[in-house]
């Protein structure tokens, strides 16, 4: 029996995001998958506000964790790789795989370069609605207007109060083997970032040529599966 795969999805989005690639990529090669959607994400589409900290999705994924029998795999991509991060503080897993995931060093300069490269953006933070944000510069996310127009209406609403979380730079080191994977044309972290996040841990980093912020929802999603796959 291969091993668990838990599965952490990031800011806006939910459980769906896994579904429609990498879960099917995985249970394909007999790793039994779980995507959790974390609290106020159930619902796609949802506008409705929610206000969470960024630890009631801490303890969310700890709850997923407590249920299993045997230590798991765990994929956290951008929120959902910090999520992974603060987790890893008291918790543990066998392997840690951080997707696109907001740095070690926190979210505050990526914030920054953004609101200097689309100020546009700034009316939507003055009304706390990231999603908003993500929906009308949806190159942020996604690389190919297609997919954009695919997979904006599906993301939700986020927790300002989560984000402001996300500011906050990790300092705790750790024992679990841990892999930085990232995409060379993210729109929102840098390679830089993700090289950064990979020393900080003394994890193994791959950065995927041409892939977007979502890696798991990029034409060539397989590009991140592969990497994923060889190294778990």
Same mark, same amino acid.
């Given at each position: 029996?291969?091993?668990?795969l838990v599965f952490v999805h990031g800011m806006c989005h939910g459980s ?8 099917? %990529?995985?249970? +394909?090669?007999? %790793?039994?998958?779980? #995507?959790? !959607?974390? &609290?106020? *994400? ?7 506000? $929610?206000? %969470?900290?960024? !630890?009631?999705?801490? +303890? ?11 230590? &798991?795999?765990?994929?956290? *991509?951008?929120?959902?790789?910090? $999520?992974?991060? *603060? ?9 840690? $795989? ?24 700034? /009316?939507y933070l003055l009304r706390r609605d990231l999603n908003g944000a993500f929906? !009308?510069?949806? +190159?942020?996310?996604? !690389?190919?207007?297609? @997919?954009?127009?695919?997979?904006? /209406? ?13 500011? @906050? ?7 679990? /083997? $841990? ?23 003394? #994890?193994? @980093? ?18 991140s599966a592969k990497v994923i796959q060889e190294w778990i």
């Open positions: 029996m291969k091993d668990t769906w995001c896994w579904e429609e690639q990498f879960i099917p %990529y995985f249970e +394909q090669l007999g %790793y039994q998958c779980i #995507a959790f !959607n974390l &609290p106020g *994400h159930e619902m796609q589409g949802s506008t409705r506000r $929610i206000s %969470y900290s960024l !630890n009631d999705y801490v +303890q969310a994924l700890h709850r997923e964790v407590a249920k299993l029998s045997t230590p &798991p795999i765990i994929i956290g *991509h951008s929120m959902g790789g910090m $999520i992974v991060q *603060h987790f890893l503080k008291k918790g543990t897993c066998k392997k840690a $795989i951080l997707m696109s995931s907001v740095p070690s060093s926190g979210v505050l300069k990526a914030s920054l370069r953004v609101l200097t490269k689309y100020p546009g953006v700034i /009316p929906t !009308n510069y949806p +190159q942020l996310i996604l !690389n190919d207007p297609a @997919l954009s127009f695919r997979y904006a /209406p599906r993301m939700c609403a986020e927790s300002f109060v989560a984000y402001l979380g996300l500011m @906050l730079p990790v300092s705790h080191q750790t024992f679990v /083997p $841990i892999l930085v994977v990232g995409g060379s044309e993210d729109g929102l972290i840098t390679v830089r970032e993700f090289a950064s996040t990979a020393k900080h841990y003394r #994890a193994r @980093l791959e950065i995927i040529e041409g892939g977007s912020h979502d890696l798991m929802l990029d034409h060539d999603f397989e590009k």
